[in-house]
């Protein structure tokens, strides 16, 4: 069984400061991690994923992600906010070998504040 | 040159009423999917085609029955419409069925039964 908690439902940041949103999984096999961002009114579109290769992992629009083995941690982090940046972001988990039965975690919603 | 859309976009309709979401990929992609994101934006997976065979099929009301006439667009008919059901529903795709693929999703189709 695979899952993703996201702890913290609503983020909010000034403009200018670090994003960190908080993503940990829990999964019996090696397991491969997403964050998905959706825009209001739109579907998801993918940030990054790790895949077991590098551990830190950088995506679109300056965010990027380190996962931690030790901490079953895969924290969403971006040095400095832009108003853009206010949506819902999903941290999601799936498994090697697997069809890509991908598991969503509830989502952190993001406001920036100006 | 949407790559993943889907009709309706918004769908109002009667309890008891069977309705059809349409949803069409012109990535070229081998897998769809479609997926339920209710109200607490909770974002849950409903079924899985990789060309043109169900290979995710979820605890899902046997009123909810997906179609896929080609690998390029999967069907969602529900049958006897329940208020439950009302969410936005979104269809996604992939290249392949492995788990470490980037999906693609669609727009949404909101679907309100009243």
């Known amino acids: 069984a695979q899952s993703v908690t996201q702890l913290g439902s609503h983020v909010s940041v000034s403009e200018g400061a670090l994003v960190l949103l908080r993503c940990n999984y829990s999964?019996?096999?090696?397991?491969?991690l997403f964050w998905y961002v959706q825009y209001p009114n739109q579907g998801l579109q993918l940030l990054l994923k790790?895949?077991?290769?590098?551990?830190l992992v950088k995506g679109i629009n300056g965010f990027e992600a380190e996962f931690k083995k030790s901490e079953t941690s895969f924290h969403l982090t971006k040095p400095s906010a832009h108003m853009s940046d206010a949506a819902e972001y999903f941290c999601a988990v799936t498994h090697s070998g697997g069809y890509q039965k991908v598991t969503f975690g509830t989502g952190t919603k993001l406001q920036v504040i100006p | 040159d949407t790559a993943v859309s889907q009709t309706p976009k918004y769908l109002v309709t009667q309890m008891g009423n069977d309705k059809s979401i349409k949803c069409e990929q012109n990535l070229g992609h081998d897998t769809m999917y479609w997926y339920k994101q209710d109200s607490k934006k909770f974002l849950k997976i409903m079924f899985s085609y990789n060309n043109k065979e169900l290979i995710i099929n979820e605890t899902v009301p046997n009123r909810f029955s997906p179609k896929s006439p080609d690998k390029a667009h999967l069907n969602l008919h529900i049958n006897s419409l329940e208020l439950g059901d009302s969410a936005v529903y979104f269809c996604?795709?992939?290249?392949?069925?492995?788990?470490?693929?980037?999906?693609?999703f669609g727009p949404g189709t909101r679907l309100l039964v009243l």
């Open positions: 999964s019996s096999v090696p397991p491969y």
């Open positions: 996604a795709s992939s290249q392949g069925q492995g788990s470490q693929e980037t999906q693609y």
């Open positions: 790790y895949t077991s290769a590098a551990t």
